[in-house]
């Protein structure tokens, strides 16, 4: 059961009480749920008396005719924001989009396996609005007929996934594949949660990407046919595939935890670092020597204090003497 909104979907109904609504067919100028949502799937709805003080608006299900609306969850309503027992009469029915969803910071439906949040995929000739306009393919994608848009996934829990399903039934999708990849020029592909079903431009062809935690934070989709026909979805995940870059850019500098947050510090004590990553060791107060018989002295830390030559522990001639001997 697929979340679905979409524009100028209006029926009437004459349905009253607290239940299901039976929709009564699409008013002029408008089409019906079957044609905008589809059976079996899900919407934010308005109902609202043609006569009467009484309103509704939340989440409905189709049946799979789309013949009916079942009022799933309540969002507001002229009854204190619960449900309502509708006067017999008139009512107009119609896809919305409450204010509620534009209230809430990158408010974002939960798409399940079973009910994927689903965007609708068409292909078109590239305006000035897509971002690679002049670049690649002329086409374009358009995303619920948006030209291109940037994404933002959501999902951070690898038990709770969230499933996205794009849709490319549409027959302008033939020939395009829609893929996702870790650059814009679709170097290296990203497969993982990914999978496609049908032929692009064909009856229940899409592509479906599973998100969560380990999604990288950035992803492209484009055509694996053709340049630069999309865009990029960014995630908020603990997987980076991009360029970190930090507030503060001292040469010569590490980053290092101090129990509340990562701070550029240099190296002290014995080592330096310069800006190209080369570590330089303090000298010692050894002097830089070849030593024979070496006497050495080494502090705590394993570092030479001292050195010097000793003197031999038996002459040439003892060990001539002795090798003959054996």
């Not at 589809?38 to 989440?59: D, F, K, L, M, P």
């Not at 380990?214 to 492209?220: E, Q």
Request: with cysteine; charged share 10%; net charge negative.
């Amino acid at each position: 059961m697929p979340f679905i909104i979409n524009d100028r979907v209006k029926e009437i109904t004459t349905t009253s009480g607290t239940g299901t609504i039976t929709l009564g067919g699409a008013v002029t100028g408008f089409e019906a749920f079957s044609a905008g949502i589809g059976g079996n799937n899900t919407t934010y709805y308005s109902i609202a008396h043609q006569t009467q003080n009484e309103w509704e608006v939340g989440v409905g299900t189709l049946n799979a005719g789309s013949t009916t609306l079942a009022r799933t969850q309540i969002i507001s309503s002229s009854n204190s924001d619960a449900v309502v027992d509708f006067a017999s009469g008139t009512k107009d029915v119609f896809c919305t989009l409450p204010a509620s969803k534009i209230g809430v910071p990158f408010a974002a439906e939960y798409g399940s396996s079973s009910s994927p949040v689903l965007i609708n995929v068409r292909v078109a000739t590239k305006t000035t609005g897509h971002a690679y306009y002049g670049s690649g393919s002329s086409n374009g994608y358009l995303l619920n007929g948006l030209e291109a848009p940037a994404l933002r996934f959501s999902g951070a829990d690898s038990g709770n996934k969230y499933y996205y399903k794009f849709d490319q039934s549409h027959s302008s999708n033939s020939g395009h594949p829609f893929k996702f990849y870790l650059e814009a020029d679709k170097s290296t592909a990203y497969t993982t949660g990914v999978t496609t079903s049908g032929t692009p431009g064909s009856a229940n062809a899409y592509t479906q990407i599973l998100v969560d935690a380990n999604t990288p934070n950035i992803l492209y989709y484009q055509c694996s046919a053709h340049a630069y026909m999309g865009n990029f979805a960014n995630t908020v995940s603990n997987r980076f595939n991009g360029d970190i870059v930090m507030n503060t850019n001292t040469s010569g500098h590490l980053l290092v935890a101090d129990g509340t947050d990562y701070s550029p510090t240099a190296l002290s004590g014995d080592a330096t670092l310069a800006s190209s990553g080369a570590i330089t060791l303090s000298n010692t107060a050894v002097t830089p020597a070849s030593y024979t018989n070496t006497n050495l002295t080494v502090d705590s830390k394993g570092r030479l204090t001292a050195a010097s030559s000793g003197t031999a522990g038996a002459t040439n001639g003892f060990a001539i003497a002795m090798a003959i001997a054996l």
